[in-house]
């Protein structure tokens, strides 16, 4: 019987496809198993492994798998790797049958089936079929992951090699290591380098301590997150966290989430911050990429800041079953010690650790206020301060006040902006954290930010329909003209404050929220109505501005530029989604570094556009604004060479 089942073996390998020695199906991938090769006498053979991903559904990709030989200091993706678990050994490299794709810095297979070979020596024995065992590990991606299978251990039947077959020399201490770099190498189970027939006791406890440290390491490194795709997932394994007895911590997130990137490449990375989250069930819930999880967010926790931490667990005295939970949304650096403990607390579920909205407001708020007075100093708005302030004297001749006239027309301006900000939070307010993640929109911001880049760079002028102004109100007189008038000039204007206004709109309403937006634009608003404003209630000072002149049009290169820049960053989130492999850390950092280098040689007077004058000589405030920008080329340049970009970093999200 026995040599039977051996020839059986032998006869399937030889003429054609071997025989399953299992088949496994889990988290979208099938695995089937077979031997090949299979040589008793000199007792080798080689574990095939066939791994195929779902494929996708009408117009999609199917899913990927990340290669096996990932470094060992890789910060995401699971290799898709076969470990032989003693008796069973490992006698050679694990090889594939695709070639390399590099998605994002990390090594894939193309999309589809792969085939991984592992050669192997057979367990000890007389030529029975014996009981034994792999590891298997991969994670299947398109444009988000599907859970990792890291080290499920697959049991299977294979022949023993022969006792009478020459024994294998046994390995010596310095072997060992060698065998334990080339595994950790690898970054795989050292249990391929435990054989007790082998090595002396001596050896097996230097292996072991290697291989406890090296585990320890890695568990100590990096969270070990959990991704589901959809909420039923992200329930259940709340559920099964807290029948293991732990508590589910939730990271509410996703890639066009600065805030989120920020925290999740310092704070996130701290060794006393990874095995706090370690410690519990780590759920990552991406809400840029799937619809449902946003949802889910809005609709049980009545939320859409990013990021936001809620802890769940359940107490042991509680009796009812009902999980306690905790949140926390505070954004801060990875040096300020006293929030770290704080956040420390409430991940070991800590009582009142809640905290913070997301929101930076003093940035919000400086991005609104530079953003109107940037605008203020466009072709199309400041030539219109001495205009508007003319028609007011006008009138003022004809004994209506000055003050007041300019009052109108500041708050016609403001009720124009914070009106907008309410529409569009009124409208997307339910769904904008979902939206603003979502490629096609980020798509469509970029595409416009290109194009507004391209008409402050004279392309082609922008301007709305004709007659919208006197429908608009016009110059008429009166305190309600000039309210009208200030309408006017915000609608009319769209060219110049579209582009800085968006900016700011597209922040101020991230959150949904209607306080936000009325606050975000009322600020950037103001910027621009308040010298109209103060300009009327001291004329005087009319004389002492600069006049409208050749260097707003150097403004507004200056604005093209960055408009340019600008668009970069959506198109990383585009391009993180659908996977072009173009707008990348490294070619949107050198784009951004070659932008600086022109904004120099321009301000320097080396570039001239068609309206521009000669640069006859640099004056201080040229001279500082050109070497300042030459700093930032450098400064990203070391970026390149793999330099902390700081706050930029935000921008470039991590492949999961």
Same mark, same amino acid.
């Given at each position: 019987?026995?040599t039977?089942?051996?020839?059986?073996?032998?006869?399937?390998t030889v003429?054609?496809?071997?025989?399953?020695?299992?088949?496994?199906?889990?988290?979208a991938?099938?695995?089937t198993l077979?031997?090949d090769?299979?040589?008793p006498t000199?007792g080798?053979?080689?574990v095939?492994g066939?791994?195929v991903?779902e494929?996708? &559904?009408?117009?999609k990709?199917?899913?990927?798998?990340y290669t096996?030989d990932?470094p060992?200091?890789?910060?995401?993706?699971v290799a898709t790797?076969?470990n032989?678990v003693?008796?069973?050994?490992?006698?050679?490299a694990?090889?594939a049958?695709? *070639?390399?794709v590099?998605?994002?810095?990390?090594?894939?297979?193309?999309?589809?089936p792969?085939t991984l070979?592992?050669p192997v020596?057979l367990?000890?024995?007389?030529?029975?079929?014996?009981?034994a065992?792999?590891?298997?590990?991969y994670?299947?991606c398109?444009t988000?992951?599907r859970?990792?299978?890291n080290?499920?251990?697959?049991r299977i039947r294979?022949p023993?090699?022969k006792?009478? =077959?020459?024994? +294998?020399?046994?390995l010596g201490?310095a072997?060992?290591?060698?065998?334990?770099?080339e595994?950790?190498a690898k970054?795989?189970s050292?249990?391929?380098a435990l054989?007790?027939?082998?090595?002396?006791?001596?050896v097996r $406890?230097v292996?072991?301590?290697?291989?406890?440290r090296?585990?320890?390491? @890695?568990?100590?490194?990096l969270?070990?997150w959990?991704?589901p795709?959809?909420r039923?997932?992200?329930?259940q394994l709340?559920?099964?966290a807290?029948?293991?007895g732990?508590?589910?911590i939730?990271?509410?997130?996703?890639?066009?989430?600065? #805030?989120?990137q920020r925290m999740?490449?310092?704070?996130l990375?701290?060794?006393?911050?990874?095995a706090?989250w370690?410690?519990?069930v780590a759920i990552e819930?991406?809400?840029? =990429?799937h619809? @449902?999880?946003?949802?889910?967010?809005?609709?049980r926790f009545?939320?859409?800041?990013?990021?936001?931490?809620?802890?769940?667990s359940?107490?042991?005295?509680?009796?009812t079953g009902?999980?306690t939970?905790?949140?926390?949304?505070e954004?801060?650096?990875? =040096?300020?010690r006293?929030? !770290?403990?704080?956040?420390l607390?409430?991940?070991?579920?800590?009582?009142?650790?809640?905290?913070?909205t997301?929101?930076?407001? =003093?940035?919000?708020?400086?991005l609104a206020?530079?953003g109107?007075?940037?605008?203020?100093l466009m072709?199309?708005t400041?030539p219109m301060?001495p205009?508007?302030l003319?028609?007011?004297?006008?009138?003022? &001749?004809?004994?209506?006040k000055?003050a007041?006239?300019?009052?109108?027309?500041?708050?016609g301006?403001?009720?124009c902006f914070?009106g907008l900000g309410?529409?569009?939070?009124g409208v997307f307010?339910?769904s904008?954290?979902g939206?603003a993640?979502h490629?096609?929109? #980020? !798509?469509?911001v &970029?595409?416009?930010f290109?194009?507004?880049?391209l008409s402050l760079?004279g392309a082609f002028?922008?301007?709305?329909?004709?007659?919208w102004e006197d429908r608009?109100g016009?110059a008429?007189?009166g305190y309600l003209?000039?309210?009208?008038m200030g309408?006017?000039?915000?609608?009319?204007?769209?060219?110049c404050?579209?582009?800085?206004?968006?900016?700011v709109?597209a922040?101020?309403?991230?959150?949904?929220?209607?306080?936000?937006? *009325?606050l975000?634009?009322?600020?950037?608003?103001?910027a621009?109505?308040?010298?109209?404003?103060? !300009?009327?209630?001291v004329?005087?000072?009319?004389?002492?501005?600069?006049?409208?002149?050749?260097w707003?049009n150097?403004?507004?290169?200056?604005?093209?530029i960055v408009?340019?820049?600008a *668009?970069?960053?959506f198109?990383?989130?585009?391009?993180?989604h659908?996977g072009?492999?173009?707008?990348?850390? +490294?070619s949107?950092?050198?784009?951004?570094?070659a932008g600086?280098v022109v904004l120099a040689l321009?301000?320097?007077?080396f570039i001239r556009?068609?309206d521009?004058?000669?640069?006859?000589r640099?004056?201080?405030?040229r !001279?500082?604004?050109?070497?300042?920008?030459?700093?930032a080329?450098?400064?990203?340049? &070391?970026?390149? $060479?793999g330099?902390?970009?700081?706050v930029?970093e935000s921008f470039?999200?991590?492949?999961?």
């Amino acid at each position: 019987m026995r040599t039977l089942l051996l020839c059986l073996v032998l006869v399937v390998t030889v003429a054609g496809e071997p025989a399953p020695l299992a088949v496994f199906n889990k988290h979208a991938v099938a695995v089937t198993l077979t031997l090949d090769q299979v040589d008793p006498t000199a007792g080798t053979a080689v574990v095939v492994g066939r791994f195929v991903p779902e494929a996708g &559904a009408l117009g999609k990709p199917g899913l990927h798998l990340y290669t096996h030989d990932l470094p060992k200091d890789a910060e995401a993706g699971v290799a898709t790797r076969i470990n032989a678990v003693p008796p069973l050994i490992a006698t050679g490299a694990l090889t594939a049958d695709r *070639a390399v794709v590099v998605r994002e810095g990390l090594r894939t297979y193309p999309d589809g089936p792969v085939t991984l070979r592992l050669p192997v020596r057979l367990p000890p024995g007389d030529g029975n079929l014996v009981d034994a065992a792999v590891r298997l590990s991969y994670m299947a991606c398109d444009t988000s992951c599907r859970f990792p299978v890291n080290g499920e251990l697959i049991r299977i039947r294979i022949p023993s090699r022969k006792a009478e =077959s020459a024994p +294998t020399p046994g390995l010596g201490l310095a072997e060992i290591r060698a065998v334990v770099a080339e595994e950790l190498a690898k970054r795989s189970s050292l249990d391929a380098a435990l054989d007790a027939g082998l090595v002396s006791e001596k050896v097996r $406890a230097v292996v072991v301590e290697e291989l406890e440290r090296s585990r320890a390491q @890695d568990q100590g490194r990096l969270i070990r997150w959990q991704r589901p795709h959809d909420r039923a997932s992200a329930e259940q394994l709340i559920r099964q966290a807290h029948a293991d007895g732990k508590a589910a911590i939730l990271d509410f997130t996703g890639p066009s989430c600065a #805030n989120c990137q920020r925290m999740a490449k310092t704070v996130l990375r701290l060794p006393e911050v990874v095995a706090a989250w370690n410690r519990a069930v780590a759920i990552e819930i991406d809400t840029d =990429s799937h619809a @449902d999880l946003a949802a889910w967010q809005q609709e049980r926790f009545q939320s859409q800041s990013r990021p936001l931490y809620v802890h769940l667990s359940i107490s042991p005295d509680s009796g009812t079953g009902a999980a306690t939970e905790t949140r926390w949304s505070e954004v801060f650096a990875a =040096s300020d010690r006293a929030t !770290l403990d704080r956040m420390l607390a409430f991940l070991n579920g800590g009582a009142g650790s809640d905290a913070g909205t997301g929101q930076n407001w =003093s940035e919000f708020l400086m991005l609104a206020l530079f953003g109107g007075l940037f605008t203020l100093l466009m072709p199309c708005t400041y030539p219109m301060v001495p205009f508007t302030l003319n028609v007011f004297a006008k009138q003022a &001749a004809a004994g209506r006040k000055l003050a007041p006239l300019a009052l109108f027309y500041g708050a016609g301006i403001m009720a124009c902006f914070v009106g907008l900000g309410l529409l569009v939070t009124g409208v997307f307010g339910a769904s904008l954290a979902g939206l603003a993640g979502h490629p096609v929109t #980020n !798509l469509l911001v &970029a595409l416009l930010f290109a194009v507004f880049g391209l008409s402050l760079l004279g392309a082609f002028f922008l301007r709305l329909p004709s007659g919208w102004e006197d429908r608009l109100g016009g110059a008429r007189a009166g305190y309600l003209g000039a309210g009208l008038m200030g309408l006017t000039f915000a609608v009319t204007a769209f060219t110049c404050t579209a582009p800085f206004a968006g900016a700011v709109l597209a922040q101020a309403v991230a959150t949904g929220s209607w306080g936000a937006a *009325a606050l975000g634009m009322a600020v950037y608003s103001a910027a621009i109505a308040v010298p109209f404003v103060a !300009l009327a209630l001291v004329p005087g000072l009319l004389t002492r501005i600069p006049r409208a002149g050749a260097w707003m049009n150097e403004l507004k290169v200056i604005g093209g530029i960055v408009e340019f820049a600008a *668009a970069l960053k959506f198109l990383v989130i585009c391009d993180y989604h659908w996977g072009w492999g173009v707008f990348g850390r +490294t070619s949107v950092t050198a784009a951004w570094a070659a932008g600086a280098v022109v904004l120099a040689l321009y301000l320097f007077g080396f570039i001239r556009m068609k309206d521009d004058e000669p640069v006859p000589r640099l004056g201080l405030v040229r !001279l500082g604004l050109g070497t300042a920008c030459i700093a930032a080329a450098l400064w990203l340049a &070391a970026g390149l $060479a793999g330099g902390d970009l700081g706050v930029l970093e935000s921008f470039f999200p991590s492949v999961p």
